[in-house]
């Protein structure tokens, strides 16, 4: 079991950055693959980018490839996403998400993971 807490959201005007954190709970987290997904209002949630937990695999949604860039810190059992150039269709809640299936891989479906955070909420401004 890993509980996952995410931040660092906020109002951003286009063109700008932020950083968004998931702090996992547990000794557990150099054993799970890593995610971050996001959801815009009336729209399902998309996969954003993943990163295996050895940092070999790491893969991006291509609508973000360029500009955002995951990572992670096991030692400190966080995953980070680092999001610039930010535009408007960015908006949405985006979750970190966390995987069981094997450590060496990284994934892009929803349905891949098996814990998820609330979601922290990612506003951009024209």
């Known amino acids: 079991q890993v509980q996952l807490v995410e931040s660092g959201g906020g109002l951003v005007q286009a063109g700008g950055s932020l950083r968004l954190s998931c702090a996992a709970s547990?000794?557990?987290?150099?054993?799970?693959?890593m995610g971050w997904f996001r959801q815009a209002p009336g729209k399902e949630r998309e996969f954003v980018a993943t990163?295996?937990?050895?940092?070999?695999?790491?893969y991006y949604a291509d609508s973000v490839k360029g500009r955002f860039t995951i990572s992670r810190d096991n030692p400190k059992n966080t995953v980070y996403l680092q999001m610039n150039n930010l535009k408007p269709e960015d908006t949405a809640v985006y979750y970190c998400?966390?995987?069981?299936?094997?450590?060496?891989?990284?994934?892009?479906?929803?349905?891949?993971?098996?814990?998820w955070g609330q979601g922290t909420q990612v506003t951009v401004s024209s």
């Open positions: 998400a966390a995987t069981g299936k094997p450590w060496y891989k990284a994934y892009r479906e929803n349905g891949d993971y098996d814990y």
């Open positions: 547990g000794r557990a987290f150099a054993t799970y693959a």
């Open positions: 990163i295996s937990v050895n940092k070999i695999n790491i």
